[in-house]
């Protein structure tokens, strides 16, 4: 068994590759530092590829697919992304358009790419990396959130077209609270709610998306919290998650 992960040099993305390495799969890493992709490869050993790879940009996103379209992939996961915490006026506009080139545009071209290939065998799994910021809105990290809202979006909705296909492809959404990575450093943030561990959300990730869930959520907190905002009025979440992401530590 072949699995694609990008953002895989450090957080989720090497813990995924950390489980999935454990259960004898062949891997393809991926990430922009490549230092840190080799520091993982010694550690995994032999069966690990590492690529250098800035998914942010469109044309190596298909110079990546055409290097390992070939390859007989059974999995690929969509994990580069990253955030930011803070008022929409007060983030560069560049900041803005990579993290939606990284969060949405670099899912959606691998998901494409490769999904195609996977129906045409009728085999293959896509675990897409979202958030339970997929499911709201979020005021002071309002890009974030909407990228993550259209990755979920996305997954799900190809996931119903596949079900009515009769594919046996699946596409899986992972949509996590806060997790304990680097991502708080990026984004500046300190998250008021703890955080699950990586490896524990690795762990159950993959094993959701091997199962062909259509949307993982880790723990019975984020599960409420899904359901919750269900019920709430539009005028009443938006100062609930204003007022928790203003309890972030910037």
Request: hydrophobic share 40%.
């Amino acid at each position: 068994m072949r699995a694609l992960i990008t953002g895989a040099s450090s957080g989720i993305g090497r813990d995924m590759a950390r489980v999935l390495s454990c259960m004898g799969w062949e891997l393809f890493l991926v990430a922009r530092r490549a230092d840190r992709l080799l520091e993982i490869k010694q550690e995994l050993g032999e069966g690990v590829v590492c690529i250098r790879c800035d998914v942010s940009k469109e044309d190596e996103c298909r110079k990546l697919y055409e290097v390992l379209k070939d390859k007989e992939l059974d999995m690929v996961i969509n994990n580069a992304g990253f955030g930011y915490c803070g008022e929409f006026v007060s983030s560069t506009l560049e900041n803005d358009l990579s993290m939606i080139d990284t969060n949405i545009k670099a899912v959606h071209t691998l998901t494409k790419l490769f999904l195609k290939d996977f129906v045409s065998k009728n085999s293959g799994r896509i675990l897409n990396v979202a958030s339970v910021a997929g499911f709201m809105p979020g005021p002071m990290m309002a890009t974030y959130y909407a990228t993550k809202n259209y990755v979920t979006s996305l997954s799900r909705a190809v996931s119903e077209e596949l079900k009515e296909m009769g594919s046996s492809v699946t596409v899986t959404a992972f949509c996590p609270g806060p997790v304990n990575t680097e991502f708080n450093k990026v984004a500046g943030v300190s998250f008021a709610a703890a955080g699950i561990e990586s490896k524990t959300a690795a762990r159950i990730a993959v094993t959701d998306a091997l199962k062909g869930k259509r949307v993982s959520i880790p723990t019975v907190k984020m599960k409420l919290l899904r359901f919750g905002v269900r019920l709430l009025p539009d005028v009443l979440l938006l100062k609930l998650c204003s007022s928790f992401q203003q309890r972030k530590n910037h």
